[in-house]
Structure formats: structure tokens, C-alpha cells
């Protein structure tokens, strides 16, 4: 169970003798997930987090639950993606503001 929000999650123990809470219904594709975010469990029911390697193909990738806690604050784990996004609202608004908005075409 979490401690900060109360979901119940699977522990596992790492090789550095510490424990990681994982999503325990997440298996997710390894493009998905950021690297150093992807754990893998082996057959001693250890979880290893993979770093900047990529996985074998099929290997089931778990997440940190960490990542989708609702009692915790999200790490950004993609600063350049969040800028950009940011940069894209603040250009958006100034458009909008100057009337320069691209007119789309009519689809429907």
C-alpha cells in the first residue's frame, strides 16, 4: 500500500537492498515508458530497473508507482517536452491576441 495516497501497489525488493512500490496491473510496451523509469522483475521476484538499456523485446516493463501517485507531485521527466508545450501555450495566446489565428478548413 502507498503511503501517500493508499492504493495498493506490489513491493519488490531491488538489488541495492531497497524496495520499490510498482503498479501492480502496468505492463507497458518499453517506447512508452521514459528510460530509467522501466523496471523489470526476474524469476527471484526482484525488480532492476533497466537504466538507458532497452529491454528484450516482449519483456513486461513495469512503473514506478512514484510516477502516478496522486498524493505526490509528478516529476518532469521530459523538461524539454514541458518547455516546449509551455512555449507553444505562450505563442498560441499571443496569436490569439493579435488576431493572427491560421483559419482551419472546413472538415465536416
Known sequence: MCPECG???AWHPTYT?????LEPAQILPAYIVP???RWLIDGNDIAW???D???APGAPRRIAHR???PGLERQDLWPWLTALELE???RAQRQAD???LPQLPDTG
Open 53 to 55: 538499456d532497452e529491454p
Open 17 to 21: 537492498e531497497a524496495w520499490v512500490l
Open 49 to 51: 530497473n533497466t537504466g
Open 7 to 9: 492504493v495498493a501497489g
Open 88 to 90: 507553444n501555450a505562450r
Open 98 to 100: 493579435q488576431g493572427t
Open 35 to 37: 528510460p530509467r523509469q
Open 67 to 69: 510516477l502516478v501517485c
